[in-house]
Nanobody
């Protein structure tokens, strides 16, 4: 079973950069789409960026031009290059993955979440 572990958050000032990563504990052959979400206290999770198995990406409007999502399947790692950080980006960031049901049909109904990494941006 796939387990996800995020790291690379931290305390930074506005305008700085961070590059959190998410590492899968097992191979990712059964993972299709994977994404970064974030959550602030009292609010639900919101999508930050997503990337498909073929490399296609999508971004929330508020991070376009500032964040870049990428994946390294050989290293089983997801990245989020965050530049020009703003205090509004302060949140716990999570990676989320869904299985490729064409290749792994027994995983229907399964999704994976990491424990999150904290990003705090001061002004």
């Amino acid at each position: 079973q796939v387990h996800l572990v995020e790291s690379g958050g931290g305390l930074v000032q506005a305008g700085d950069s961070l590059r959190p990563s998410c590492i899968a504990s097992e191979d990712t052959e059964c993972i299709s789409d994977i994404a970064w979400f974030r959550r602030v206290p009292g609010k639900g999770r919101e999508l930050v960026a997503g990337i498909g198995s073929g490399g296609s990406t999508n971004y929330a409007d508020y991070v376009k031009g500032r964040f870049t999502i990428s994946r390294d399947n050989f290293k089983n790692t997801l990245y989020l290059q965050m530049t020009n950080l703003d205090p509004e980006d302060t949140a716990t960031y999570y990676c989320n993955a869904y299985p490729d049901l064409d290749n792994c049909p027994d995983l229907i109904g399964t999704e994976y979440w990491g424990q999150g990494t904290q990003v705090t941006v001061s002004s």
